[in-house]
């Protein structure tokens, strides 16, 4: 008989077990809907002066074009960091040994080589030895922040432009090598996405 009331108490403890966990208790939610994720678009347009892409027929040892220019416009949503780059393509090693450039930005007038603001030297020297990638945006601040702070320095905001200025030359101290050639270069621009 111990046995069998023992044995009817485990059931009704059983039996209140499951009783209880399907007794309804409270609970609340909270919803945070309508997520949306969307990626911004890097995207640059050059717009240049009459004289580039840079054409020199009958070019000499010493000769230089005049200023010429090249604007790096942001066309879309993100701000870029801007870099060029010279690349060989076709004709004569000699000659394109012999080529120089000098590049600065325009400064605060935008116009080359009026020693203005801002006018800041980006690259002076041989054609060839031009660093390859070499950043160029850190020179014109005014590109960068409404307030004209320069912070990020590195950069060209969405809907703004850099004009680079440059001139092209054929170093004086070339000789006879040179004569009879040609060389064909291209001036590539590179935007890289900037975070800072």
Known sequence: MKQILASA????????????????LFSDQGVISGNTVATGTLELTLNKSAGKPFTITDGYPGYETGWEYMDIYNTGTMPFEAHVSFEKTAGDDDLYDALMIDMHASGGDGLCNTSDFGENLIYSGYLKDFPFQKLVSVYWHLANEDDASGSPADNIRAGWTMRVCQKLSIDSGAGNEIMGKSVTFSEIVDAMQDND
């Open 9 to 24: 108490m485990i059931i009704a403890a059983l039996g209140a077990l499951v009783v209880s966990s399907t007794v309804a």
